[in-house]
T-cell receptor, first 115, second 116 residues
Framework: DTAVSQTPKYLVTQMGNDKSIKCEQNLGHDTMYWYKQDSKKFLKIMFSYNNKELIINETVPNRFSPKSPDKAHLNLHINSLELGDSAVYFC??????????????FGPGTRLTVL | AQKVTQAQTEISVVEKEDVTLDCVYETRDTTYYLFWYKQPPSGELVFLIRRNSFDEQNEISGRYSWNFQKSTSSFNFTITASQVVDSAVYFCALSENSNSGYALNFGKGTSLLVTP
């Protein structure tokens, strides 16, 4: 019973393609996030959603578009993939009751490789 | 500006040694939260601890202990009697009350290698 799950785990694709990564949490949390981990292991927030509403949109190219169909799901769609998009993408969730206070639980990550 | 600094990029110890991972943070908020996460070679991010800014008590969990000192803005992590399974990248992170987006600011991580 994985708390935060992501699919796929690995994604290899060509430059210029469009791809999606799916995330689901079964913790009943209100807030979900996408983080990007680069080749140097640095983790940086991309987006966060609270109750299906976007609350963070960091400086991310608009080729990246998150979509939250319901509280339990936050998908990430990437258009026109570029070499620099190669990274590990982590989804996370937290209760969302107290700003900044809640522990974030992470999915297993999706390793995206753009050729 | 980096809000969380983990000055040690890599540490290598021999099994059974004690090791301390340093974390220094920067914030103007009076209410904030500090976290440690472990990322083993398998790649997942495992939550270890959360500490709020009003609770400076040190915490011990088995071989793990954390020393939170507001005076030096530090939240250091010590592993006692290290084991090979402790080999991982460890991240310290900060969440600030003023950040309505709830995002975690991560340090760059410390890669710990424990050899037999």
């Amino acid at each position: 019973d994985t708390a935060v799950s992501q699919t796929p785990k690995y994604l290899v694709t060509q430059m210029g393609n469009d791809k999606s990564i799916k995330c689901e949490q079964n913790l009943g949390h209100d807030t979900m996030y996408w983080y990007k981990q680069d080749s140097k292991k640095f983790l940086k927030i991309m987006f966060s959603y609270n109750n299906k509403e976007l609350i963070i949109n960091e400086t991310v190219p608009n080729r990246f578009s998150p979509k939250s169909p319901d509280k339990a799901h936050l998908n990430l769609h990437i258009n026109s993939l570029e070499l620099g998009d190669s990274a590990v993408y982590f989804c996370a969730s937290s209760q969302g009751v107290l700003p900044g206070a809640d522990t974030q639980y992470f999915g297993p990550g999706t390793r995206l490789t753009v050729l | 500006a980096q809000k969380v600094t983990q000055a040690q990029t890599e540490i290598s110890v021999v099994e059974k040694e004690d090791v301390t991972l340093d974390c220094v943070y920067e914030t103007r908020d009076t209410t904030y939260y500090l976290f440690w996460y472990k990322q083993p070679p398998s790649g997942e991010l495992v939550f270890l601890i959360r500490r709020n800014s009003f609770d400076e008590q040190n915490e011990i969990s088995g071989r793990y202990s954390w020393n939170f000192q507001k005076s030096t803005s530090s939240f250091n992590f010590t592993i006692t009697a290290s084991q090979v399974v402790d080999s991982a990248v460890y991240f310290c992170a900060l969440s600030e009350n003023s950040n309505s987006g709830y995002a975690l600011n991560f340090g760059k991580g410390t890669s710990l290698l424990v050899t037999p």
